[in-house]
């Protein structure tokens, strides 16, 4: 039901921001659990924010205080804000969404985010 595309990422110094955005297409978007993943290499992937079609978020301990999910249905978009930028956080990341009592279904093609120290 739907398809994802990130943009957003690039090359930013340790304590810089980057905003990620994520554009969807389907007819059930607003409905839908919606999260980001990140890969970095040589890693699992692994959560990092989910927010739920009434607003609330969920985020990985690693980033809790730094990043912000959003979204705007009537945009059919979801963001993450990403503040006080680490190298640790140098990953591919990845938008996905999940229909309620289903699994993480539909996933975007990945950003990459590289930050520098």
């Known amino acids: 039901q739907v398809q994802l595309v990130e943009s957003g990422g690039g090359l930013v110094q340790a304590g810089g921001s980057l905003r990620l955005s994520c554009a969807a297409s389907?007819?059930?978007?607003?409905?839908?659990?919606m999260g980001w993943f990140r890969q970095a290499p040589g890693k699992e992937r692994e959560s990092v924010a989910s927010?739920?079609?009434?607003?609330?978020?969920s985020y990985a301990d690693s980033v809790k205080g730094r990043f912000t999910i959003s979204r705007d249905n009537a945009k059919n978009t979801v963001y993450l804000q990403m503040n006080s930028l680490k190298p640790e956080d140098t990953a591919v990341y990845y938008c996905?969404?999940?229909?309620?009592?289903?699994?993480?279904?539909?996933w975007g093609q990945g950003t990459q985010v590289t930050v520098s120290s």
């Open positions: 389907g007819r059930t978007f607003s409905s839908y659990i």
């Open positions: 927010i739920w079609p009434g607003g609330s978020t």
């Open positions: 996905s969404g999940k229909p309620y009592g289903s699994s993480w279904s539909f």
